[in-house]
């Protein structure tokens, strides 16, 4: 069974960085894309940014590009999100993605907070 654990979320200051984690299991890792969403009151979930299967492209939301990065290992079925200069804004549940066999599978996510 697919499985999706993240984890690094927590309360820090603004202009201040975070590198979140994701470690999947349950299918083959290395020839899917993954992705990072996120989830904040008042807003639909977003599409944070997505890595090709080995890492060649990736991709970000225009309210991150330069200051996120997205990365995997695939030797290590991890995959992650490094984020600088963290906004107010960027406060969310991020969730770690992956569609696999027409189906969209989820972490429980993980909560960041950054206050001003």
């Known amino acids: 069974q697919v499985q999706l654990v993240e984890s690094g979320g927590t309360l820090v200051q603004a202009g201040g960085s975070l590198r979140l984690s994701c470690v999947a299991s349950?299918?083959?890792?290395?020839?899917?894309?993954m992705n990072w969403y996120r989830h904040s009151l008042g807003k639909e979930r977003e599409l944070v940014a997505g890595?090709?299967?080995?890492?060649?492209?990736?991709n970000y939301a225009d309210s991150v590009k330069g200051r996120f990065a997205i990365s995997r290992d695939n030797t290590r079925n991890m995959v992650y999100l490094q984020m600088n200069s963290l906004k107010p804004e960027d406060t969310a549940i991020y969730y770690c993605?992956?569609?696999?066999?027409?189906?969209?599978?989820w972490g429980k996510g993980t909560l960041v907070t950054v206050s001003s």
């Open positions: 890595i090709s299967s080995l890492g060649q492209n990736t």
């Open positions: 349950g299918f083959d890792f290395s020839t899917y894309a």
């Open positions: 993605n992956v569609f696999y066999r027409a189906k969209e599978y």
